[in-house]
């Protein structure tokens, strides 16, 4: 199997029958991508955003270690546009309105879809972003990152 994206799998199919042992079905969590409003001020929201993405940076980093040249080369342009000060300038007015810092984010990274017109590359790099915008506000949102499945098992979603 390999990942398409951060909420589509495809490979070989899988089932009860097909499969000699238990099976793991994945199913999509939407719960990090809802938008929220928070009880907190701007600058408490806006302090968990810097250590969200701080977080999840410093995870990043580990990942293209780990990973080949392109994926390092590509995980390191995200990571700089991640951490430009001027994306979570961009949050502030939408924290200032009450939304959390994972909603701010979101809708952060629609203005820079918007700034950044028709260019598919460009989208393509705002796509990835909010990807790694999904892990940011799990982890704000304090939802597992993902799944716990035992190395060896099948994993399927239903459905599809």
Do not use: C
Request: proline share 5%.
């Amino acid at each position: 199997m390999r990942t398409v994206s951060h909420n589509e799998i495809t490979g070989t199919g899988s089932g009860p029958r097909q499969s000699w042992e238990t099976s793991f079905y994945w199913k999509p969590r939407t719960r990090s991508l809802s938008t929220k409003k928070t009880t907190h001020s701007p600058e408490e929201e806006a302090s968990v955003l810097a250590t969200a993405i701080a977080t999840t940076a410093a995870g990043i980093r580990d990942e293209a270690r780990d990973g080949g040249k392109t994926a390092a080369e590509i995980l390191h342009a995200l990571l700089i546009i991640l951490e430009d000060p001027e994306l979570q300038e961009m949050a502030k007015p939408y924290l200032s309105t009450g939304d959390d810092a994972s909603t701010a984010l979101f809708k952060a990274l629609d203005v820079v879809s918007e700034l950044m017109g028709d260019d598919e590359e460009f989208q393509s790099r705002v796509n990835d972003l909010r990807g790694i915008a999904a892990r940011i506000s799990a982890w704000v949102r304090g939802i597992a990152a993902g799944p716990a499945i035992p190395p060896g098992r099948t994993v399927g979603h239903r459905g599809t």
